[in-house]
């Protein structure tokens, strides 16, 4: 059982960081691609970054290029999402998701992923 657990949103002033953790277990697969998305209210959920196993594939939205940094420690069986300058408009839930990787085109799919976090609530306030 795929378990994927989300941790380090909060409240935040514009211009202000925050690093999430998503802690994951239970896959047995050694290529794995893990992304994060977003979902702020009344919008669709959309994605953020992805990346694959040892970080041979790196994926940004447009919206959030040079201000968030996607990582993973494999011994902690652990990914980041490092935000800095954040803005009000990154306000959302944001989402850890995985999937075995089979190409950079699924790993950015919001569609792709079977495994999915509970999510972490982030508020930038300007």
């Known amino acids: 059982q795929v378990q994927l657990v989300e941790s380090g949103g909060g409240s935040v002033q514009a211009g202000g960081s925050l690093r999430l953790s998503c802690a994951a277990s239970?896959?047995?697969?050694?290529?794995?691609?893990m992304g994060w998305f977003r979902q702020a209210p009344g919008k669709e959920r959309e994605r953020v970054a992805a990346?694959?196993?040892?970080?041979?594939?790196?994926f940004y939205a447009d919206s959030v290029k040079g201000r968030f940094t996607i990582s993973q420690d494999n011994a902690k069986n652990t990914l980041y999402l490092q935000m800095n300058s954040l803005k009000p408009e990154d306000t959302a839930i944001y989402y850890c998701?995985?999937?075995?990787?089979?190409?950079?085109?699924?790993?950015?799919?919001?569609?792709?992923?079977?495994?999915w976090g509970q999510g972490t609530q982030v508020t930038v306030s300007s």
């Open positions: 239970g896959y047995t697969y050694n290529n794995v691609c």
């Open positions: 990346t694959a196993t040892g970080g041979r594939y790196i």
């Open positions: 998701a995985a999937n075995v990787f089979r190409g950079g085109a699924y790993c950015r799919a919001v569609g792709y992923f079977d495994y």
